[in-house]
Structure formats: C-alpha cells, structure tokens
C-alpha cells in the first residue's frame, strides 16, 4: 500500500490513490473490478492543547483531550497564562461535588485574556464556559470532575450563543497536571473541518463458482488520518490483494467475492454501507465472510477469531458456522507446527456487520495496542509488557512496522482459507459441490 500521501484515510488523497492501485491490479489480473461509492462525516480534527512553559508538554487529542460539540463552536488559538477557577484536585463522592465556574465569583483576580481552567460539576458545561468568556477569559480547558465514572473524555454539548472563544475539554489527569502548574503558559486551539465526502468500497468476482453459494473475503483499505497505516491496514489489505490475484484463473465450486472496505477507521462505514443496502436475496447467497485486519504486527500473536466462543470472552451472538471457519484456521497453524490462539469474537473489525445479519465469519488479528504477555513471548518471540504494535494508529505505522515473519505466514494462512471455501462451504452451510446452492441452509441440515 502507499504512503505517498501520508495517509490513506478515507476521503483523503491517499485513499483515492489507494483505490486507483488496488482497482488497476485487480483489473491487470483479469478481474472486473466494480467500485461502489457512499458518502460518509468526514472530520478532520487539529485542535491541540498544550502546554509551553515550564515543563512543555504536548496533550495528545482525543486521548488527552478533545474539541467541544457546543452549538455554535468557535474556532481560534489562543496563548496565555493558565488560570485555575475554584478546583478540588481530589474531590469528595459523590460526583457534582465541584461548583467550578458556576459562579461569577469564582473568576475573582484572573486577568482579562487568561486560559481559564475548569473542572466539570453542579452547572451545565455551557454555563461554565459562557462564564468565564463573560470574566473576559480567552479559551477555557474543562476537565472531568475526578470521581469514578467521571476521569476520562466527554464531548461538551449545549447551546452557548456568542461563544466567541476556543474551548476544549481534558481528562481528570491532563486537567490535574495542568493544575500542578498555576501561572503556565498554555496554548488552546480549536480547528477542525466537518462536511460530507465520498468514500469506495472496492470489490471483484471470481469468473466461476456458483453464483448462490458465495464465500466473501475482506480487509479495509483506509488508515487513520495520523499515519499510513500499512499494518493496520496495509498489511491484510495487500495479503487479500494476492491472493485474489493468484486466484485470478482458479476455477472455484462456490462465487468468491473480494472486498476492500473504505472508512472502517470512521466507524466500519463501508461494510456497514455494503450490507445495509444488500438486498435480503444477496445476503442469503453468502455462505461466509472472512476478515484481515492487521495481519503483520512487530510484536505479533497469531490470533484466530473465537467463533466457538471457547474463550468465552464473545460480547456478541455469533452465527453457527463460524466454528468451523475457526477450525479452518487453527488446522493451517497446526499443519505448520506453529503456535496459534482465540482472539475476541467482538464484532469490532468489518466482520461486524456481517454477523449482524447472521452470516458465519472469522479471521486473523496479529494484536493492537493491548499488551504481550510473557507466555506469548516464550510462545511466540517478541517482547512481554509491550504492545503488539507500538505504532496502532500512529504515524510510525510504516513498512518498518510490520513483521515480515507474521506477514509471510498469515499470506498463506489467507490464501488457504480463501481456497478450502472456494471449493467446499460444506462444513459452515451444508452446501454440496459441486450443485444448487440455496444460501445457508438450517442448523443440523445436510443438504
């Protein structure tokens, strides 16, 4: 996947030249590509809280902090000294202890300009804000009260009319940081842009196969706006494209269908799109979905997705087949004398809205941002106490992110997947091949 543009999120030119690439390999393959386009909220956020002096620190957006959701928003930055407004750095249970800028008095002594820094409590987040820009305070940092349930990020929401200063809202920790420094420099700024733009989901047919009985394989092409995501998800995205290009000539029992699935960062918006607006009849003839998302992490596992639930960690139902998809799998890590294990059946990757229908998936998952054990280190090298990919959803997700090691087996771990069910669904949906498909058939049938 490329990382000339920077990035490869959707609605961005880097998603457009990704979807150009994939369409023109597929086409030199044989294929007959078809792009289907929806239109998605696109958001581009650059908002940022820091602070300058003493001790810089740069807060990390939408970890850290996030923008305000108030109606109207004002964007702008400004740089001032920090000005703490009534706070309780350890406030008692329960919450709505803090008074924080619900009152006029509470901006007593702070000079005209000042950062005004604010913790959540008792009033409406509005009044809060519309107080302080009336004590002639320059932007506002909220923060979250401290108690249980209330430490980490909320959007701001209300009418605030005239709002006319930049406002962001902090963690309980970033907030008491910021407080450990009365009288910094802090620097806020809202900027960001929100319209509606046009996103592609990508897809190409093997030639032969019966056309109701269809094996459905996918990865999503799109990255975060932070970075190239070329693990996630370059990395399941090329190991599709491979494999549908091997399998160009192949003649298959069953209609295997490829798919490159835009927006998934946003909130799997392309599967969601391609489902929603499948025809019953269409959803019918899929037999199965398989799903490739980060298939190459530098600290890897090789997870399989649990459709037995077997881990009993499955916070969704998931269709009957799936198992056996699982089986599929974890028989290509046994044949390879390679160590292999049940990653969630979550629902979390593009996979999600198939089985919301009902259609049995399953998949591969190389690890995130959760952290490596030390069992997973003796089973499978890397490194314990750290994450599966120091780099999910940062700008370092480069080529030199990835662990070709991991990349070179789960390839072929896809491509003999894909192949098993191209010949036979027989396990997941009792379907015989060669013959009439009619879909998935009932639970126990066998014909």
């Not at 994939?22 to 809280?49: C, I, M, N, R, W």
Request: charge should be negative; proline fraction near 6%.
């Amino acid at each position: 996947m490329r990382t000339a543009n920077g990035d490869r999120a959707a609605g961005r030119p880097g998603y457009q030249a990704s979807v150009n690439y994939v369409v023109s390999k597929l086409t030199a393959a044989g294929y007959s590509p078809s792009v289907q386009a929806f239109d998605f909220p696109y958001v581009e956020d650059h908002s940022q809280l820091d602070r300058i002096s003493p001790n810089p620190r740069f807060y990390q957006r939408d970890t850290d902090f996030n923008r305000n959701g108030f109606e109207p928003t004002f964007e702008g930055t400004v740089t001032s000294t920090l000005h703490p407004v009534d706070l309780a750095i350890n406030p008692s249970n329960p919450p709505n202890t803090s008074s924080s800028g619900c009152d006029a008095a509470d901006f007593a002594g702070m000079a005209a300009g000042s950062v005004a820094l604010i913790q959540r409590g008792t009033c409406g987040f509005s009044v809060k804000v519309l107080n302080a820009q009336a004590a002639g305070a320059g932007a506002v940092v909220l923060f979250n009260e401290g108690q249980e349930g209330r430490t980490g990020l909320v959007t701001p929401i209300g009418d605030t009319p005239g709002l006319a200063i930049p406002v962001v809202f902090a963690t309980f920790a970033a907030g008491a940081d910021l407080a450990s420094t009365p009288g910094a420099i802090v620097r806020v700024t809202v900027d960001f842009t929100e319209e509606t733009r046009t996103a592609w989901n990508i897809f190409a047919e093997s030639d032969q196969g019966n056309a109701n009985n269809v094996v459905m394989a996918g990865a999503h092409l799109d990255s975060v706006q932070d970075g190239p995501g070329i693990n996630d998800n370059g990395s399941g995205s090329a190991a599709l494209l491979e494999t549908a290009i091997q399998m160009s000539k192949v003649k298959t029992n069953a209609k295997v269908r490829f798919a490159w699935w835009g927006a998934e960062e946003e909130g799997l918006l392309g599967s969601e799109h391609y489902v929603a607006t499948l025809p019953q009849a269409e959803q019918d003839k899929i037999a199965l979905y398989l799903n490739f998302d980060m298939v190459g992490s530098p600290n890897y596992f090789f997870g399989v997705y649990d459709g037995d639930d077997s881990s009993g960690t499955a916070p969704v139902p998931i269709p009957p087949g799936s198992a056996e998809i699982e089986d599929v799998f974890e028989k290509f890590y046994a044949g390879r004398g390679l160590p292999f294990e049940d990653t969630e059946f979550s629902g979390r990757s593009d996979y999600g809205p198939f089985i919301a229908v009902n259609i049995p998936a399953g998949g591969l998952f190389t690890g995130a941002e959760g952290v490596k054990t030390a069992e997973q280190a003796a089973r499978y090298g890397g490194t314990a106490g750290v994450a599966y990919d120091l780099c999910y959803h940062q700008p370092c997700d480069n080529r030199q992110n990835l662990n070709l090691t991991a990349l070179d087996v789960n390839a072929d771990a896809i491509a003999s997947a894909v192949i098993t069910f191209a010949f036979d669904t027989s396990t997941v949906n009792a379907v015989r091949a060669p013959g009439k498909s009619h879909g998935r058939a009932p639970q126990g049938s066998t014909s």
